[in-house]
């Protein structure tokens, strides 16, 4: 394989030259992906931890001065990542249509550090702690003594400056500085890397790469993806578990065997199984499964630290059922290719095949493969045993993110796995399967994939939809099915033009979509850019993808220009002990709860709306202010959104804290995401309703305008003459950022707590718990109460139900 990975396009023979004293260098290729995922990303998604025990008479202060060396050996260990004030016209990409006004270059500059930056006591050895990577330091280490022989050491670098190829390097020069060896100067460092790859791919070579991708993944599915035990939520949480197992070692012998036998290696065996298995068990003939490749192409590289590592999308079509080992040699070929395509960033990959996205998942691939190799070599001393602390993530990137390692045992199979997706027992029973197909296949690879086994669970672990609404390319929904509307706001007109100028388009409507018109990662980027000069606002590079349309992006930037207050919370009721704590409907109000709370026997609290755009955030931001009061919690809950918010709080809480607060509803429905916006007219007439039916008083039908809105207000007393029009237009306001955040909202997981649902009887419905039951562990409790939807607000047995129902919450603890 590294003969074949050697065969670098533009500039082959050329080696990299080593620069004395450089103070700024450009970043490569896979940095600037890396400074953009962060950008739009998680902070601290993209960081890298490792915990090591150590037993023995561990010499602390040797340890900190042989990491202090080896972080003052290697240039991009003492380095950040700085946007300039304009690009250097010098940039590999220069010309190819990521610059423009208002957007800088990315740069990587050396700085000095001392030990006491890298050793950050203050640091808790988290691993997700967030890095910044315009100051640094981008890496940071932690020793805990335990006991006089026994002491924890962490460390966490950034990925930007560190892959798993670094590590070697890393711990062996690490333990070599530790004994006091002399370690010679490097060959080369990565700034002279990022140089040599700037001037070897001048010339057009990552636009020829381009179009290799282009082809490679034409009308490659949308999603590649195992049978779910839930629906993918519209904004996933990242929320996730790892399951470790271990590979039967006859398995990993017959794995190496047949690499050898047939040129391939332990990476292309179990690659080519991971496609395989998916394919059965997704019952799709066309797989797209992501893998990082390592770009340390010359050996020169060899003890350089820093990222080299690119992820790719491996494709394969396993519609003929071809035997397993006509399957790897397509393989095998396919990964030897991607070598000499293989400094595209990710992102630019993403932008050339342009595939249907969402914030609901990643783009091209949803499934991942790594394979690390033996991580056993550290070259410790003979008096300390050291050893790989066992941490387990509570997050997850992808559907699945499969690894394998030798460690001192043997291989190491884990998945790291969406808990809003899958189960643990769905994922241990689909691990078990993936490992005797693996086993059936090194065994007998001359048989077709069709004729390996699997047991029936494998296929039928699941059944719900594999996103919102959206099963396939042709259901992703896009610009073409809603309504041609023209921009109706002063930002949406501002936007327009932008669009028009960046995307090159004669005309945008409201609902067109930015990525649909031809628009990608880094035009996202100017586009933001220039938002931020033209308003002062700095939406996050993420906010384009959820705000993809001109009308929700225009939505998003006015929100922010009148940013929300803190939550804060509205005594209804007075008393002494737990108290309730009731969230606004969607009208945003909470005088709906005045007279209730007085009747309920314990202290009451309300959260009003303040302007926050998605359930998600209102849930983060009210139990902020639940927890920052001295009372604790009894119960949370509310009226129809209400009772919405309040699940999402206590479903949170429960996830970080494990405790399960009751939940009570009033008529409150599961809600089902809705990807077409309502028109002006649907606003109006259904805040109309809304509001007549809260004040209990018909506003009438046939209202379409703000305007028709105001004089049959004043018609019917709501607003003295003239009519304060601003107040309604503020009621309005709020209804539609509620009303967005409640359509937008998908329920993830199923909560543990108990559920009590007070529900209208007199209002249409098949399912008798609205839903509910579908996303929690328990019986969800059903109490039917006379009145509509808003009758059973004002109804007079609605405040002993909710009394009693409170009492036995305490009596449960």
Request: hydrophobic letters at 40%; aromatic letters at 8%; glycine letters at 10%.
């Given at each position: 394989?590294?003969t074949r990975?050697?065969?670098?396009p533009?500039g082959?023979?050329a080696?990299?030259?080593?620069?004395?004293?450089?103070v700024?260098?450009?970043?490569?290729?896979?940095?600037?992906?890396?400074?953009?995922?962060?950008?739009t990303?998680?902070?601290?998604t993209?960081?890298?931890?490792?915990?090591?025990?150590?037993?023995?008479?561990?010499?602390?202060?040797?340890?900190?001065?042989a990491?202090?060396?080896?972080?003052?050996?290697?240039?991009i260990?003492?380095?950040?990542?700085?946007?300039?004030?304009s690009?250097s016209?010098t940039?590999?990409?220069?010309g190819?249509?990521?610059?423009?006004?208002?957007?800088?270059?990315?740069?990587?500059?050396?700085?000095?550090?001392?030990?006491?930056?890298?050793?950050d006591?203050?640091?808790d050895?988290?691993?997700?702690?967030?890095?910044?990577?315009?100051t640094?330091?981008?890496v940071?280490a932690?020793?805990d003594?335990?006991?006089?022989?026994?002491?924890?050491f962490?460390l966490c670098?950034?990925?930007?400056?560190?892959?798993?190829g670094?590590?070697?390097v890393?711990?062996?020069?690490?333990?070599?500085?530790?004994?006091?060896e002399?370690?010679?100067?490097?060959?080369?460092q990565?700034?002279?890397y990022?140089?040599?790859q700037?001037?070897?791919?001048?010339?057009?070579?990552?636009?020829?790469?381009?179009?290799w991708?282009?082809?490679?993944?034409?009308?490659?599915?949308?999603?590649?993806?195992?049978?779910?035990?839930r629906p993918?939520?519209?904004?996933?949480?990242?929320a996730g578990?790892?399951?470790?197992?271990?590979?039967p070692?006859?398995?990993r012998?017959?794995?190496d065997?047949?690499?050898?036998?047939?040129?391939?290696?332990f990476?292309?065996?179990v690659?080519?199984?991971?496609?395989?298995f998916?394919?059965?068990?997704?019952?799709?003939?066309?797989?797209?499964?992501?893998?990082?490749?390592s770009?340390?192409?010359?050996?020169?590289?060899?003890?350089?630290?820093?990222?080299?590592v690119?992820?790719?999308?491996?494709?394969?079509?396993l519609?003929?059922?071809?035997?397993?080992?006509?399957?790897?040699?397509?393989?095998?070929?396919?990964?030897?290719d991607l070598?000499?395509?293989?400094?595209?960033p990710f992102?630019?990959v993403?932008?050339t095949?342009?595939?249907?996205?969402?914030?609901?998942w990643?783009?091209?691939?949803?499934?991942?493969?790594?394979?690390?190799?033996?991580?056993?070599?550290?070259?410790?001393?003979?008096?300390?045993?050291?050893?790989?602390v066992?941490e387990?993530?509570?997050s997850?990137?992808?559907d699945?993110?499969?690894?394998?390692?030798q460690?001192?045992?043997?291989?190491?199979?884990?998945i790291?796995?969406?808990?809003?997706?899958?189960?643990?027992?769905?994922?241990?029973?689909?691990?078990?399967?993936?490992?005797?197909?693996?086993?059936?296949a090194?065994?007998?690879?001359e048989?077709?994939l069709?004729?390996?086994?699997?047991?029936?669970?494998?296929?039928?672990?699941g059944?719900?939809?594999?996103?919102?609404?959206?099963?396939?390319?042709?259901?992703v929904?896009g610009?073409?099915?809603?309504?041609?509307?023209?921009p109706?706001?002063?930002?949406e007109?501002?936007?327009?033009?932008?669009w028009q100028?960046?995307?090159?388009v004669?005309?945008?409507?409201?609902?067109?979509d930015?990525?649909?018109?031809?628009?990608?990662?880094?035009?996202?980027?100017?586009?933001?850019?220039?938002v931020?000069?033209?308003?002062?606002?700095?939406?996050?590079?993420a906010?384009?993808f959820?705000?993809?349309?001109?009308?929700r992006?225009?939505?998003a930037?006015?929100?922010?220009l009148?940013?929300?207050?803190?939550?804060?919370?509205?005594p209804m009721a007075?008393?002494?002990?737990?108290?309730?704590?009731?969230?606004?409907?969607?009208?945003?109000?909470?005088?709906?709860?005045?007279?209730?709370?007085?009747?309920?026997?314990?202290?009451?609290?309300a959260l009003e709306?303040?302007?926050?755009?998605?359930v998600?955030?209102?849930?983060?931001?009210?139990l902020?202010?639940?927890?920052?009061?001295?009372?604790?919690?009894?119960?949370?809950?509310?009226?129809?959104?209400?009772?919405?918010?309040?699940?999402?709080?206590?479903?949170?809480l429960?996830?970080r804290?494990g405790?399960?607060l009751?939940?009570?509803?009033?008529?409150?429905?599961?809600?089902?995401?809705?990807?077409?916006?309502?028109?002006?007219?649907?606003?109006v007439?259904?805040?109309?309703a809304?509001w007549g039916?809260?004040?209990?008083?018909?506003?009438?039908p046939s209202?379409?305008?703000?305007e028709?809105?105001?004089?049959?207000?004043?018609?019917?007393g709501?607003?003295?003459?003239?009519g304060?029009?601003?107040?309604v237009?503020?009621?309005?306001?709020?209804?539609?950022?509620?009303?967005?955040?409640?359509r937008?909202f998908?329920?993830?997981?199923?909560?543990?707590g108990?559920?009590?649902?007070i529900?209208?009887?007199d209002?249409?419905?098949?399912?008798?718990d609205?839903?509910?039951?579908?996303?929690?562990?328990?019986?969800?409790?059903t109490?039917?109460?006379?009145?509509?939807?808003?009758g059973v607000?004002r109804?007079?047995?609605?405040?002993p139900?909710?009394a009693?129902?409170?009492?036995?919450?305490i009596?449960h603890?």
């Amino acid at each position: 394989m590294s003969t074949r990975a050697a065969r670098l396009p533009g500039g082959r023979t050329a080696g990299i030259t080593h620069h004395e004293s450089i103070v700024e260098a450009p970043v490569s290729e896979q940095q600037r992906a890396m400074w953009f995922l962060e950008r739009t990303g998680r902070p601290g998604t993209y960081n890298i931890g490792s915990t090591v025990r150590i037993r023995g008479e561990l010499d602390v202060p040797a340890l900190r001065t042989a990491l202090a060396e080896v972080v003052d050996r290697h240039w991009i260990l003492r380095s950040v990542l700085t946007e300039t004030g304009s690009k250097s016209g010098t940039g590999s990409d220069a010309g190819s249509g990521t610059g423009g006004e208002g957007e800088g270059d990315v740069r990587q500059r050396v700085r000095q550090l001392d030990e006491i930056e890298l050793f950050d006591e203050s640091w808790d050895g988290r691993a997700e702690a967030p890095f910044d990577l315009g100051t640094g330091p981008l890496v940071r280490a932690r020793i805990d003594r335990q006991a006089p022989d026994d002491h924890l050491f962490y460390l966490c670098f950034h990925h930007a400056v560190y892959d798993g190829g670094s590590a070697p390097v890393f711990w062996r020069e690490l333990w070599r500085a530790y004994r006091g060896e002399r370690l010679d100067e490097p060959a080369v460092q990565y700034a002279d890397y990022a140089i040599w790859q700037q001037r070897r791919l001048a010339g057009g070579v990552l636009d020829q790469q381009a179009q290799w991708w282009a082809d490679t993944l034409k009308g490659c599915p949308v999603l590649t993806t195992l049978p779910a035990d839930r629906p993918r939520p519209a904004h996933p949480t990242n929320a996730g578990h790892e399951l470790r197992l271990r590979m039967p070692e006859p398995v990993r012998r017959g794995v190496d065997a047949l690499a050898e036998t047939e040129g391939a290696s332990f990476y292309m065996v179990v690659l080519a199984v991971l496609q395989a298995f998916v394919s059965r068990v997704a019952q799709q003939d066309d797989v797209v499964i992501g893998s990082p490749l390592s770009g340390r192409v010359r050996p020169e590289l060899r003890e350089v630290v820093g990222c080299f590592v690119n992820t790719v999308a491996t494709r394969a079509d396993l519609s003929d059922d071809p035997s397993f080992r006509t399957h790897l040699s397509r393989t095998r070929d396919q990964v030897l290719d991607l070598f000499d395509h293989l400094e595209l960033p990710f992102d630019r990959v993403v932008e050339t095949v342009n595939p249907p996205r969402s914030p609901s998942w990643s783009p091209l691939f949803q499934m991942l493969y790594v394979h690390q190799g033996d991580i056993t070599e550290r070259d410790t001393p003979p008096e300390l045993h050291v050893t790989e602390v066992d941490e387990r993530t509570d997050s997850a990137k992808f559907d699945w993110l499969v690894t394998t390692w030798q460690d001192a045992d043997g291989m190491v199979l884990s998945i790291e796995y969406a808990t809003e997706l899958f189960d643990d027992g769905t994922v241990r029973r689909l691990a078990d399967e993936f490992l005797g197909m693996l086993a059936a296949a090194v065994a007998d690879p001359e048989a077709a994939l069709s004729e390996h086994p699997l047991t029936a669970s494998a296929g039928l672990v699941g059944s719900a939809p594999v996103a919102p609404g959206a099963a396939d390319a042709a259901a992703v929904p896009g610009a073409a099915e809603f309504a041609a509307e023209e921009p109706a706001t002063p930002t949406e007109r501002y936007l327009a033009g932008l669009w028009q100028q960046l995307l090159d388009v004669p005309r945008v409507r409201r609902n067109d979509d930015f990525f649909l018109l031809g628009g990608h990662s880094f035009l996202g980027i100017r586009l933001l850019n220039r938002v931020r000069l033209q308003y002062g606002v700095d939406l996050p590079a993420a906010a384009l993808f959820e705000a993809r349309t001109l009308y929700r992006l225009g939505r998003a930037i006015d929100r922010a220009l009148t940013a929300p207050a803190a939550p804060e919370l509205l005594p209804m009721a007075e008393g002494t002990g737990p108290a309730f704590f009731l969230v606004h409907p969607v009208g945003g109000g909470v005088g709906c709860y005045a007279g209730l709370a007085r009747h309920l026997g314990c202290p009451v609290y309300a959260l009003e709306a303040v302007g926050l755009g998605t359930v998600e955030e209102m849930a983060e931001a009210y139990l902020a202010a639940v927890e920052s009061t001295a009372l604790p919690p009894l119960a949370v809950g509310g009226w129809s959104m209400g009772g919405v918010v309040a699940f999402e709080m206590a479903r949170r809480l429960e996830l970080r804290t494990g405790r399960a607060l009751p939940v009570l509803m009033i008529d409150s429905h599961v809600p089902e995401p809705d990807t077409e916006p309502p028109t002006e007219a649907d606003l109006v007439s259904w805040f109309a309703a809304d509001w007549g039916a809260a004040v209990g008083t018909d506003l009438g039908p046939s209202l379409t305008t703000r305007e028709q809105l105001w004089q049959r207000a004043r018609d019917r007393g709501l607003l003295e003459p003239p009519g304060d029009g601003g107040l309604v237009e503020r009621l309005l306001d709020r209804f539609e950022i509620n009303l967005h955040a409640l359509r937008d909202f998908t329920v993830t997981g199923r909560y543990p707590g108990r559920v009590c649902l007070i529900r209208a009887d007199d209002e249409p419905g098949d399912q008798a718990d609205h839903g509910w039951g579908a996303v929690t562990t328990r019986p969800v409790r059903t109490i039917a109460l006379p009145g509509d939807h808003y009758g059973v607000m004002r109804g007079p047995e609605l405040a002993p139900t909710l009394a009693r129902l409170l009492r036995e919450a305490i009596d449960h603890g």
